[in-house]
C-alpha cells in the first residue's frame, strides 16, 4: 500500500526556518513527481511546489519563490521542503502528495500524506 | 481569493444529489481538460476523487460524477450518504501554476 508520512513540523519565529521531511513507501518512489500542498487553518488548499522525479526540476509558487527549497533524496525515498524566511501567513498544515500522471498528461495527487503542522508566530 | 470559485456551501438530504459547480477562466478550467476533485473529511488528507473532469480513480464509487462545459467544471453526488458530508475542492492545471485549486464547498448531509 502507497503511503506517505510528514514530520518536521512545529513552532517557529517569525524570519526563522524549518525543514520538513516527507517519508515515502509502497511505490517506486524515483518515478513519481511529488508536490507539497498546504492549508491554513480554517481555510483551502493551496499549492506550494512540485518536484520531478528526478529531483532535477523544481517549481514553486510566487509566495514562497526564493524562499522555499523543494528537494528530494531517491535514495532514502524522501522529499524535503526547506522552508527559510518563515511569515506568520505560512502557518499551516502542510501536506506531500505522490503526482499521478495520466493518459492525457494532467499530473494530480492520488496519495497524500497525514500534514505536519507548521505555526509561526512570537 | 481562490482563482477557482466554488459555493461555500450546499446541503441535502440522505438519497438525494447535488451538484458543486466550479467556475475558471479559458487560462484554467476552460482551456484544458485537467480537472479533478478532492474531497476532504474534517481532520483528514484530501483524496482524489475525480480526474481530468470526468475520470473515477479505482475505489471511488459511481455516485461521483464530473463534467464540464466552457470555463465551468462541475461534481455531481448521487444517492447522498452520510458518509459524503466532507469539504470539496476542485482543481485545474493552468498555464501560471500547476494546482489551481477552489476555495472548497462544505457538504452538508442533513
Known amino acids: 500500500e502507497e503511503h506517505l508520512l510528514e514530520s518536521g513540523g512545529g513552532l517557529v519565529q517569525p524570519g526563522g526556518s524549518l525543514r520538513l521531511s516527507c517519508a515515502a513507501s509502497g511505490f517506486n518512489f524515483s518515478n513519481f513527481a511529488l508536490t507539497w500542498v498546504r492549508q491554513a487553518p480554517g481555510k483551502g488548499l493551496q499549492w506550494v511546489s512540485a518536484?520531478?522525479?528526478?529531483?532535477?526540476?523544481?517549481y514553486s509558487a510566487e509566495s514562497v519563490k526564493g524562499r522555499f527549497t523543494t528537494s528530494r533524496d531517491n535514495s532514502k525515498n524522501t522529499l524535503y521542503l526547506q522552508m527559510d524566511s518563515l511569515r506568520a501567513e505560512d502557518t499551516a498544515v502542510y501536506y506531500c502528495?505522490?503526482?499521478?500522471?495520466?493518459?492525457?498528461?494532467?499530473?494530480?495527487?492520488?496519495?497524500w500524506g497525514q500534514g505536519t503542522l507548521v505555526t509561526v508566530s512570537s | 481569493q481562490s482563482a477557482l470559485t466554488q459555493p461555500a456551501s450546499v446541503s441535502a438530504s440522505p438519497g438525494q444529489s447535488i451538484t458543486i459547480s466550479c467556475s475558471g477562466t479559458s487560462g484554467d478550467i476552460g482551456g484544458y481538460k485537467y480537472v479533478s476533485w478532492y474531497q476532504q473529511h474534517p481532520g483528514r488528507a484530501p483524496k482524489l476523487i475525480i480526474y481530468?473532469?470526468?475520470h473515477r480513480p479505482s475505489g471511488i464509487s459511481t455516485r461521483f460524477s464530473g463534467s464540464k462545459s466552457g470555463n465551468t467544471a462541475s461534481l455531481t453526488i448521487s444517492g447522498l450518504q452520510p458518509e459524503d458530508e466532507a469539504d470539496y475542492y476542485c482543481s485545474s492545471y493552468s498555464s501560471t501554476i500547476t494546482w489551481m485549486f477552489g476555495g472548497g464547498t462544505k457538504l452538508t448531509v442533513l
Open positions: 518536484i520531478s522525479a528526478s529531483g532535477n526540476t523544481a
Open positions: 502528495a505522490k503526482d499521478y500522471k495520466t493518459a492525457s498528461g494532467d499530473y494530480v495527487g492520488d496519495c
Open positions: 481530468e473532469v470526468t
